[in-house]
Nanobody, 122 residues
Framework: QVQLVESGGGLVQAGGSLRLSCAAS????????MGWFRQAPGKEREFVAAIRWGDIITYYADSMKERVTIFRDNAKNTVYLQMNSLKPEDTAVYYC???????????????WGQGTQVTVSS
Protein backbone atom coordinates (compact mmCIF):
# COMPACT_ATOMS: atom_id res chain seq x y z
CA GLN A 1 0.00 0.00 0.00
CA VAL A 2 0.96 3.60 -0.51
CA GLN A 3 -0.11 6.41 1.78
CA LEU A 4 -0.40 9.97 0.51
CA VAL A 5 -0.63 13.08 2.64
CA GLU A 6 -1.33 16.45 1.07
CA SER A 7 -0.57 19.83 2.56
CA GLY A 8 -0.33 23.44 1.51
CA GLY A 9 -3.93 24.30 0.83
CA GLY A 10 -5.57 27.38 2.20
CA LEU A 11 -7.21 30.69 1.44
CA VAL A 12 -5.61 32.96 -1.12
CA GLN A 13 -6.70 36.04 -3.00
CA ALA A 14 -7.26 35.97 -6.72
CA GLY A 15 -3.98 36.37 -8.53
CA GLY A 16 -2.04 34.76 -5.73
CA SER A 17 -0.05 31.55 -5.60
CA LEU A 18 -0.03 28.35 -3.60
CA ARG A 19 2.24 25.35 -3.53
CA LEU A 20 0.67 22.03 -2.63
CA SER A 21 2.75 19.14 -1.37
CA CYS A 22 2.07 15.43 -1.36
CA ALA A 23 4.28 13.10 0.64
CA ALA A 24 4.18 9.43 -0.24
CA SER A 25 5.04 6.62 2.15
CA UNK A 26 4.75 2.87 2.27
CA UNK A 27 5.48 0.88 -0.88
CA UNK A 28 6.73 3.89 -2.78
CA UNK A 29 8.88 1.69 -5.01
CA UNK A 30 5.66 0.62 -6.70
CA UNK A 31 4.81 4.15 -7.84
CA UNK A 32 5.16 4.87 -11.55
CA UNK A 33 3.35 8.18 -11.66
CA MET A 34 1.74 10.71 -9.38
CA GLY A 35 -0.89 13.27 -10.15
CA TRP A 36 -3.09 16.02 -8.86
CA PHE A 37 -6.82 16.20 -9.29
CA ARG A 38 -9.41 18.63 -8.01
CA GLN A 39 -13.09 18.61 -7.26
CA ALA A 40 -15.17 21.74 -6.91
CA PRO A 41 -18.55 21.70 -5.16
CA GLY A 42 -21.18 20.17 -7.37
CA LYS A 43 -18.68 19.16 -10.03
CA GLU A 44 -16.90 15.99 -11.00
CA ARG A 45 -13.31 15.42 -10.06
CA GLU A 46 -10.98 16.56 -12.82
CA PHE A 47 -7.37 15.96 -13.73
CA VAL A 48 -4.92 18.79 -13.13
CA ALA A 49 -1.38 17.48 -13.65
CA ALA A 50 0.75 14.36 -13.48
CA ILE A 51 4.39 13.39 -13.47
CA ARG A 52 5.95 10.07 -14.41
CA TRP A 53 8.42 8.85 -11.85
CA GLY A 54 10.95 7.25 -14.18
CA ASP A 55 11.48 9.85 -16.89
CA ILE A 56 9.89 12.85 -15.16
CA ILE A 57 7.60 13.52 -18.10
CA THR A 58 4.79 15.84 -17.06
CA TYR A 59 1.21 16.18 -18.21
CA TYR A 60 -1.20 19.05 -17.68
CA ALA A 61 -4.86 19.76 -18.16
CA ASP A 62 -5.27 22.27 -20.95
CA SER A 63 -7.30 24.52 -18.69
CA MET A 64 -4.45 24.95 -16.20
CA LYS A 65 -1.17 24.26 -18.01
CA GLU A 66 -0.25 27.95 -18.21
CA ARG A 67 -0.60 28.41 -14.48
CA VAL A 68 0.56 25.23 -12.77
CA THR A 69 3.78 23.27 -12.53
CA ILE A 70 4.17 19.78 -11.14
CA PHE A 71 7.56 18.65 -9.89
CA ARG A 72 8.99 16.19 -7.43
CA ASP A 73 11.66 15.64 -4.85
CA ASN A 74 12.63 12.03 -5.34
CA ALA A 75 14.64 11.83 -2.13
CA LYS A 76 11.61 12.90 -0.13
CA ASN A 77 9.07 10.90 -2.17
CA THR A 78 7.18 14.15 -2.46
CA VAL A 79 5.41 15.72 -5.40
CA TYR A 80 4.47 19.38 -5.55
CA LEU A 81 1.94 21.44 -7.43
CA GLN A 82 2.85 25.07 -7.86
CA MET A 83 -0.19 27.13 -8.76
CA ASN A 84 0.04 30.74 -9.89
CA SER A 85 -2.41 33.43 -10.94
CA LEU A 86 -5.16 31.67 -9.05
CA LYS A 87 -8.77 32.42 -9.88
CA PRO A 88 -11.94 31.99 -7.83
CA GLU A 89 -12.92 29.14 -10.14
CA ASP A 90 -9.84 27.26 -8.96
CA THR A 91 -11.56 26.82 -5.59
CA ALA A 92 -11.77 23.10 -4.96
CA VAL A 93 -10.49 20.22 -2.90
CA TYR A 94 -7.20 19.16 -4.43
CA TYR A 95 -6.27 15.50 -4.28
CA CYS A 96 -2.94 13.82 -4.73
CA UNK A 97 -2.90 10.39 -6.34
CA UNK A 98 -0.39 7.70 -7.25
CA UNK A 99 -0.49 4.82 -9.67
CA UNK A 100 1.45 1.67 -10.30
CA UNK A 101 1.32 1.89 -14.10
CA UNK A 102 2.77 4.96 -15.83
CA UNK A 103 -0.03 5.15 -18.37
CA UNK A 104 -2.52 6.59 -18.85
CA UNK A 105 -1.41 9.62 -16.84
CA UNK A 106 -4.84 11.18 -16.46
CA UNK A 107 -6.80 8.33 -14.92
CA UNK A 108 -6.77 4.89 -13.28
CA UNK A 109 -4.94 5.89 -10.15
CA UNK A 110 -4.57 3.31 -7.39
CA UNK A 111 -3.95 5.46 -4.32
CA TRP A 112 -5.47 8.73 -3.15
CA GLY A 113 -4.80 11.27 -0.47
CA GLN A 114 -7.43 12.81 1.74
CA GLY A 115 -7.45 16.10 -0.12
CA THR A 116 -6.58 19.67 0.76
CA GLN A 117 -8.93 22.61 0.39
CA VAL A 118 -7.93 25.52 -1.81
CA THR A 119 -10.13 28.58 -1.65
CA VAL A 120 -9.52 31.57 -3.90
CA SER A 121 -11.31 34.75 -2.95
CA SER A 122 -12.22 37.43 -5.46
Amino acid sequence: QVQLVESGGGLVQAGGSLRLSCAASGRTFSISAMGWFRQAPGKEREFVAAIRWGDIITYYADSMKERVTIFRDNAKNTVYLQMNSLKPEDTAVYYCAAKREPAPPTREYNYWGQGTQVTVSS
